[in-house]
């Protein structure tokens, strides 16, 4: 699908935005203790999983757009987002994902935007779970893919959220398979190991981005 919203031109270019990097992975993967350590070693981080939850906040528009299209089941009593119920009508049913992305994902896209274009900063980190799977290649510079062994994904969420292992395996079911989010990626970071052999490699791609976005 083609998009309307684009960002601006890249380093260099008369308005002087930083180098996007796309922070990306499967669910379990640890983008968020990577995006972690580079907010510790002073980048901006945005990430679009805290806007869209930002957005489905009681009385925002993209609520009551959910609402109207998945019926007044989707919110509790309390008005707020039932994201149990949503998450396993979704992730059990395409069709109904794409709904729910159709919603929610050129709002969050609008914002990063708007956001990326305000940092005062060499570069950025984008943490979009479905940068590719909803081909979104245009909103960032490079791609980082943050890997780990299936196993590995599911126990950590299990430990994380408590799910059931049969809606983790249909979450990363529904997600673009390991081999295709390599072949993506710029760069890559594997947290297979400790959080020290992680940080050891954030650093590394920390030092390596500074000198991209100063060229």
């Given at each position: 699908?083609a998009?309307?919203d684009t ?13 996007v990097?796309?922070?990306t992975g499967?669910?379990?993967?640890g ?13 901006p981080?945005?990430d ?11 009385g925002?528009?993209a ?7 998945f019926?007044?089941d ?9 994201r149990?119920?949503l998450?396993k ?6 069709a ?23 940092i005062?900063?060499?570069?950025c ?5 479905l ?9 960032v510079?490079r ?53 020290d ?8 791609q ?10």
């Open positions: 699908m998009h309307t960002l601006p031109s890249p380093p260099g270019g008369d308005n002087h935005r930083p180098l990097i796309g922070l499967g669910i379990g993967s983008k968020s203790t990577v995006a972690g350590i580079f907010q510790q070693l002073g980048i981080v945005i679009a999983d805290v806007i869209a939850r930002a957005m489905v906040a009681p925002q528009p609520l009551e757009e959910i609402i109207e299209v019926g007044p989707s919110v509790d009593a309390s008005g707020v987002l039932d149990n119920r998450r009508l979704v992730f059990s049913n395409p109904q994902r794409h709904r729910l992305e159709a919603i929610l994902h050129p709002k969050v896209r609008r914002e990063i935007i708007t956001l990326t274009t305000d005062q900063a060499p570069y980190i984008v943490v979009i779970p940068l590719l799977e909803t081909k979104q290649r245009d909103l510079d791609i980082l893919v943050v890997d780990t062994e299936v196993d590995k994904q599911i126990a950590r969420v299990v430990s994380r959220n408590g799910l059931p292992r049969d809606e983790i395996t249909a979450i990363i079911e529904a997600q673009i398979n390991r081999e295709s989010r390599l072949a993506a990626a710029d760069e890559v970071i594997n947290n297979d190991g400790s959080l052999e992680l940080a050891i490699q954030v650093r590394a920390h030092e390596k981005y500074l000198k991209i976005a100063i060229k």
